[in-house]
């Protein structure tokens, strides 16, 4: 079955405490994203990859990291997390086929609920 | 400015209604439109993709008007099963892997 997974599912963890996010999927896609949710704001991109050791900020990268080793696994890292990164965070990937129309949809993984107090 | 904006709603209808709803996007340069349906906080599932001369998928339409900048999402016949969030979702062209999401519009569907 084609999908995206992330674990953990849940989180509650406290400030300073460093936490990794993992994502894989098994749709050999190149590119990876990863998204935060907050109430109001809809989806926001925090990182991208195109590809392997292709990585690239998307609209709010400060206080992540990510890493791109491998083509199936893009981990996203709190190095020092903070209260304001209390969210919902969302790993997504696509292929690419071309072309204007042809742009494939991006799946998404079930989400992990963070909570940092 | 937001790069898309949608109303929030909720929009209440009852079954067998018919809503529809716009999203304004801000970047001209705009390429590639996609209405995604999100359940309680569920992940993002694409609903359909928005092409430029319009398109149907069931009961579900979407049109795109370039020279305003909008698209929008007709749904007819609502089911209860239609309650969602809708997100509007913008990319800048083909290639371009950031997408601009909007923030949802809540459509809730009762007996």
């Known amino acids: 079955e084609a999908q995206v997974t992330q674990n953990p599912r849940y989180l509650i963890t406290v400030t300073g405490k460093k936490l990794t996010v993992t994502c894989s999927q098994n749709?050999?896609?190149?590119?990876m994203s990863w998204y935060r949710q907050d109430p109001g704001l809809g989806l926001r991109q925090i990182y991208y990859s195109m590809n392997v050791e292709v990585t690239d900020k998307g609209d709010v990268p400060e206080g992540y990291k990510v890493s791109r080793k491998e083509k199936r696994n893009f981990p996203l890292i709190l190095e020092s997390p903070s209260p304001n990164q209390t969210s919902l965070y969302f790993c997504a990937s696509r292929g690419w086929t071309g072309g204007a129309e042809s742009n494939q949809p991006q799946h998404f993984g079930d989400g992990t609920r963070l909570s940092i107090l | 400015r937001k790069e898309v904006e949608q109303d929030p709603g909720p929009f209440n209808v009852p079954e067998g209604a018919t809503v529809a709803f716009n999203c304004t996007y801000s970047n001209s340069a705009s390429q590639s439109f996609f209405w995604y349906r999100q359940d309680c906080r569920k992940e993002p599932k694409l609903l359909m993709s928005v092409y430029s001369s319009g398109n149907e998928d069931g009961r579900f339409t979407a049109q795109l008007n370039r020279a305003s900048q909008y698209i929008s999402l007709l749904i007819r016949d609502s089911k209860l099963s239609d309650s969602a969030t809708y997100l509007c979702?913008?990319?800048?062209?083909?290639?371009?892997?950031?997408?601009?999401f909007g923030a949802g519009t809540t459509v809730t569907v009762r007996a």
């Open positions: 749709m050999n896609h190149e590119y």
């Open positions: 979702v913008v990319s800048l062209s083909s290639n371009d892997y950031k997408l601009s």
